[in-house]
């Protein structure tokens, strides 16, 4: 055998490219070094208990149509006295998931837990991860809780019941008690609203404070949200807050009259649905830490909300790396004016933030961004790499055609001064004069352009200029939904033949160039 073929790191993922049967039937029996590897791989993740519970004992599985088709329940008919093979293997699962929507583990486990009281389940379990259940089979992942689990995962199931959510939330009760070092909290719902899922946010407030090791938290926007934040703001170590928004964002309620709220001190990553008003109230301490902002208000925010949140984001956050403020919202029938509209004065406070990297601004009414306040912007922002100015405005305003839209020519100033730019999103007015190639300016690096709702004639001059101006291969983005996309389909399949044709002829210039040295070496070695 190769010496390389001992290395535990380099065997280890050579493995993890092998399928499970070839590892268990062929791999294994090389050496004692490759089975334990193998061992290793199989058993590491987890998703039934059944080849764990058969190792200690005849187990048979039972219909239970009182839960419904397809549900199933466990019970051990014998046990073995040897648990060897059990306690060598269970010792290799890290990642376990169990799912409460089929298989209910819990009468064969209880007879697991009589027999061995004080025992870790699975010892070196670090994520568990459940789907909230039905009955009383939410005891099955408590009984795998241990202080050794940093990663705690719950996934409500779409149609759980009313009784389902009671049970689910009696969970959050041992969550503290019997995972105290958990550094990874995740709650994932597709459902937001309703006294149902309230009930999980309202196990959840009391628990947080109590999980002191804890890094990160993720759950859905539950009516009292703004008190389980609250509950963190002592919290040492904890550096991530993410309340899923999914779009439900006008249904969180605003922030309590009479709440004192604030952030944890280290704080990193916030991202959640609230009113860019609320968000003023919870940004009332110094927060060096904090890189990453992502607001998403369900109302329709003005201008001014947008300054006076910009100032004390300025103020509290200096690290700033990341900001994406979304306000979509506007009345049906409610038609604007520019005094509605975003422009730079609003964001010119965060100018103090010097590390932007990425700027995301989705508002009702187009940003009025002048080609002279966009090269400000960049100027500024010299290290950004994502700016996506609102490129799908929902609403407009009287007199829409005399805004100060970014158009063709602007791109060169996208260009010339975005030289960090990967990502840029905008709205332009597309129904303009074309430049001529020997104006426009190429991009260093730009691998996607969002034009959104931007409207164009999808003329071949467009498309000309795009070819040159857009590194090869970049992606353009258009809202497929909307009418402007037209155009934009008519033109991108011609973009990408023009880089075709751009390619090769750089590459017959290269032929003819080194065919020219060639010959110029030739002639020299004749005349000597």
């Given at each position: 055998?190769?010496?390389?073929?001992?290395?535990?790191?380099?065997?280890?993922?050579?493995?993890?490219?092998?399928?499970?049967?070839?590892?268990?039937?062929?791999?294994?029996?090389?050496?004692?070094?490759?089975?334990?590897?193998?061992?290793?791989?199989?058993?590491?993740?987890?998703?039934?208990?059944?080849?764990?519970?058969?190792?200690?004992?005849?187990?048979?599985?039972?219909?239970?149509?009182?839960?419904?088709?397809?549900?199933?329940?466990?019970?051990?008919?014998?046990?073995?006295?040897?648990?060897?093979?059990?306690?060598?293997?269970?010792?290799?699962?890290?990642?376990?998931?169990?799912?409460?929507?089929?298989?209910?583990?819990?009468?064969?486990?209880?007879?697991?837990?009589?027999?061995?009281?004080?025992?870790?389940?699975?010892?070196?379990?670090?994520?568990?991860?459940?789907?909230?259940?039905?009955?009383?089979?939410?005891?099955?992942?408590?009984?795998?809780?241990?202080?050794?689990?940093?990663?705690?995962?719950?996934?409500?199931?779409?149609?759980?019941?009313?009784?389902?959510?009671?049970?689910?939330?009696?969970?959050?009760?041992?969550?503290?008690?019997?995972?105290?070092?958990?550094?990874?909290?995740?709650?994932?719902?597709?459902?937001?609203?309703?006294?149902?899922?309230?009930?999980?946010?309202?196990?959840?407030?009391?628990?947080?404070?109590?999980?002191?090791?804890?890094?990160?938290?993720?759950?859905?926007?539950?009516?009292?949200?703004?008190?389980?934040?609250?509950?963190?703001?002592?919290?040492?170590?904890?550096?991530?807050?993410?309340?899923?928004?999914?779009?439900?964002?006008?249904?969180?309620?605003?922030?309590?009259?009479?709440?004192?709220?604030?952030?944890?001190?280290?704080?990193?990553?916030?991202?959640?649905?609230?009113?860019?008003?609320?968000?003023?109230?919870?940004?009332?301490?110094?927060?060096?830490?904090?890189?990453?902002?992502?607001?998403?208000?369900?109302?329709?925010?003005?201008?001014?909300?947008?300054?006076?949140?910009?100032?004390?984001?300025?103020?509290?956050?200096?690290?700033?790396?990341?900001?994406?403020?979304?306000?979509?919202?506007?009345?049906?029938?409610?038609?604007?004016?520019?005094?509605?509209?975003?422009?730079?004065?609003?964001?010119?406070?965060?100018?103090?933030?010097?590390?932007?990297?990425?700027?995301?601004?989705?508002?009702?009414?187009?940003?009025?961004?002048?080609?002279?306040?966009?090269?400000?912007?960049?100027?500024?922002?010299?290290?950004?790499?994502?700016?996506?100015?609102?490129?799908?405005?929902?609403?407009?305003?009287?007199?829409?055609?005399?805004?100060?839209?970014?158009?063709?020519?602007?791109?060169?100033?996208?260009?010339?001064?975005?030289?960090?730019?990967?990502?840029?999103?905008?709205?332009?007015?597309?129904?303009?004069?074309?430049?001529?190639?020997?104006?426009?300016?190429?991009?260093?690096?730009?691998?996607?352009?969002?034009?959104?709702?931007?409207?164009?004639?999808?003329?071949?001059?467009?498309?000309?200029?795009?070819?040159?101006?857009?590194?090869?291969?970049?992606?353009?983005?258009a809202d497929p939904m909307m009418d402007p996309f037209v155009g934009w389909e008519q033109i991108i399949p011609l973009i990408s033949v023009l880089w075709e044709v751009r390619e090769e002829e750089r590459e017959a210039k290269k032929e003819l160039e080194k065919r020219v040295v060639e010959l110029e070496a030739q002639l020299a070695s004749a005349r000597n």
């Amino acid at each position: 055998m190769h010496r390389a073929l001992t290395i535990p790191e380099l065997v280890h993922e050579i493995f993890s490219h092998v399928s499970t049967s070839d590892l268990a039937s062929s791999v294994s029996i090389v050496c004692k070094q490759w089975s334990d590897i193998s061992t290793e791989i199989i058993w590491h993740k987890l998703d039934d208990l059944m080849p764990l519970l058969r190792l200690i004992g005849e187990i048979e599985v039972n219909a239970c149509p009182e839960q419904g088709r397809g549900h199933f329940s466990t019970k051990f008919t014998s046990l073995y006295e040897d648990w060897s093979r059990f306690d060598f293997l269970s010792r290799h699962v890290q990642v376990f998931t169990l799912s409460g929507a089929s298989i209910d583990y819990q009468p064969a486990l209880s007879d697991i837990a009589m027999l061995r009281s004080g025992m870790a389940f699975l010892p070196r379990l670090k994520e568990l991860e459940w789907y909230g259940c039905e009955g009383d089979t939410w005891k099955s992942p408590v009984f795998m809780m241990h202080e050794g689990v940093t990663t705690f995962t719950l996934s409500i199931l779409w149609g759980l019941s009313n009784e389902g959510y009671t049970y689910t939330a009696q969970c959050f009760s041992f969550v503290a008690a019997r995972m105290p070092r958990l550094e990874y909290l995740h709650i994932d719902s597709m459902v937001y609203r309703g006294p149902d899922i309230s009930l999980l946010g309202s196990a959840l407030e009391p628990v947080v404070s109590l999980l002191t090791s804890l890094k990160s938290i993720t759950f859905p926007p539950f009516t009292n949200t703004f008190s389980i934040i609250a509950e963190m703001s002592t919290l040492p170590h904890i550096t991530t807050i993410i309340v899923e928004s999914r779009s439900y964002s006008a249904h969180i309620p605003s922030f309590p009259p009479g709440l004192s709220c604030s952030l944890p001190s280290r704080l990193g990553t916030l991202h959640a649905p609230m009113t860019f008003g609320d968000a003023t109230r919870l940004l009332n301490t110094n927060l060096p830490h904090l890189s990453d902002i992502h607001l998403e208000s369900g109302q329709s925010e003005t201008p001014s909300t947008v300054h006076r949140l910009a100032s004390l984001i300025s103020h509290c956050c200096h690290n700033l790396r990341e900001l994406q403020l979304t306000s979509p919202e506007t009345s049906e029938e409610f038609m604007g004016s520019s005094l509605d509209c975003i422009t730079i004065a609003d964001i010119t406070p965060l100018f103090s933030c010097s590390a932007m990297e990425a700027l995301t601004i989705v508002h009702a009414f187009p940003l009025l961004l002048p080609d002279s306040d966009i090269r400000t912007l960049l100027t500024r922002w010299p290290a950004l790499k994502v700016l996506n100015l609102n490129s799908a405005p929902l609403s407009f305003t009287r007199g829409g055609g005399n805004l100060p839209l970014p158009e063709w020519k602007t791109l060169a100033t996208f260009a010339r001064y975005g030289t960090n730019l990967v990502e840029l999103g905008l709205h332009m007015n597309g129904l303009v004069d074309v430049p001529a190639i020997k104006d426009a300016y190429p991009f260093a690096q730009l691998d996607s352009l969002i034009v959104g709702t931007s409207e164009i004639r999808g003329s071949h001059d467009e498309a000309r200029l795009l070819s040159y101006i857009l590194p090869s291969g970049c992606t353009i983005i258009a809202d497929p939904m909307m009418d402007p996309f037209v155009g934009w389909e008519q033109i991108i399949p011609l973009i990408s033949v023009l880089w075709e044709v751009r390619e090769e002829e750089r590459e017959a210039k290269k032929e003819l160039e080194k065919r020219v040295v060639e010959l110029e070496a030739q002639l020299a070695s004749a005349r000597n």
